[in-house]
């Protein structure tokens, strides 16, 4: 007679949440993810627009090399080979308002060279930029899920790495930025909200895409997350939709399942939170669990910013515009209260032919700004004036593309605004953020505490515990937990296999006790 497996609920259905129900369903546990949204995918979504599909997540997608550690890990969650990827030449385009072009590419040396030719004045910079971003594409994550004897190899294998990490790690990109001398290159660095972030994030993604592991799959981020619910519900692991977690259960000082706001309690031997940390701490456990330690970063740490994003569907191929540009402005565009942007960044997706009908484009422009209680506020108290900023923002932004691309508003045919009332209303990110930590010299790139001192049987998953976001942090975090949680189990490890059935759960008796 077969056991019941052991539980583990999870709250969100990004990202982390499905790749650490994906982990739980391969050792053996019977998984549950709450998603508050008609779809998964979380932050990692897009929408459709009379025949255009819209999307603000997927850049690139770390491990598309099937050589690279990455790629590896990714399959243990998805069957990452069914993915078309595409390893673009150059990652960016910057233009100045005289239509002055400079282009970042992938590849370091061509990128040296390129820089080069355009800034001989900042050559020997340019030089030492290039050398350490190839010293950063020979260096490996360590293995979080390895053993002691592997831990202490890849600690000895990155040894020679650290003075590099800590170096660059302590700079921001507004600071790195001041050694060079040509505008736009110098522009490059101090431009935007990468201006506050830790250098290490840009020579980590040049790193990558140098390594072509940072490659587009064709469909997006939907694509990626298509599959990953694929793998999870292939192996007997449940999403429930359409429902919202009001607040974790806890007896004895152990996690024992949620509480929907819908009135059902579902019961379980493990909690995972991948949701925002301030919710999870603030909201569903209401501030019990927290310390000095816990609450730190949110006095402490920079979080991404929201964004308002403008998305266009555009009745003309512009293969022939950059797939990622960033315009610098004439003049400052005043966003919100408090936000002016100096450049406006575009993405042109003639690279995806999912995302348009043949012989037409989508594109989109991203406007960041923190100050999101403009927008929810708008939103609640006057929704006219909420819809009139909107398309002022658009208005905007189609007058700067009309300078490159003569006759646009006659051509198009979808006009689309997302602002971050709609992040939080679909997402409930805290700030609306889009990825989480910023990661700074005051974050480091170290991951925060993923369990709570004095609640037992629980893990938080996702960007929120590792400064930087991305989707590697949200498949490494995820993996770290279910690593933990089946060593405290006495239960192996497997991740990427058929689930075997683990020791009996005792959530059954939990559904009839009390609970705090």
Known sequence: MSQQPRKIVIIGGGIAGLCAAVYAQSCGYQAEVIEMHDTPGGLATSWHRHGYTFENCLHWLVGSNPQSQFFSFW??????????????????????????????????????????HRAPEDAAQIRRFTATVRKFSRFQFPDLASDSTGKWLALLRDLPYFPLLQR????????????????????FFTDGYAAQMSCLALFFS??????????????G???VIRLIVERLTSLGGKIRLQSKVEKILVQDGAAIGVHLTSGESVFADWVISASD????????????????????????????????????????????????????LDAPLQVDPGTRLRNLAFRFFHFDPTFAPDGKTAVNAFLPTRNFQHWLRLRQQDLSAYDAEKQRIAEAVIAVLEKPIPNLRAVIEVTDIATPATVIRYTANWHGSMEGWLLTPATGYRPLPNALPGLDRFFMVGQWVSPGGGLPSCLLTARSALQAICKLDHVPFTPGKQPQLSVASPAEEIQQKKFA
């Open 168 to 187: 660059y790690s302590g700079i921001t990109g507004m600071q790195y930025g001041e050694r060079f001398i040509n505008p736009l290159l110098k522009s």
């Open 221 to 223: 981020s939907q694509a």
């Open 206 to 219: 040049l790193a990558w895409m140098n390594n072509r592991d940072a490659g587009y799959p064709i469909g």
């Open 277 to 328: 940390t301030h919710a999870t701490l603030f909201d569903l456990l209401n501030g019990r669990f927290n310390t000095t330690q816990t609450v730190a970063p949110f006095h402490q740490f920079e979080t991404f910013p929201s964004y308002l994003l403008v998305s266009l569907g555009i009745a003309q191929d512009l293969s022939q515009q950059p797939a990622f540009l960033v315009q610098l």
């Open 75 to 116: 399959k243990e969650v998805f069957d990452i080979d069914k993915l078309t990827f595409i390893n673009p030449d150059v990652f960016l385009t910057i233009q100045d308002k005289n239509g002055d072009r400079l282009r970042i590419h992938t590849n370091t040396d061509y990128l040296e060279s390129e820089l080069i």
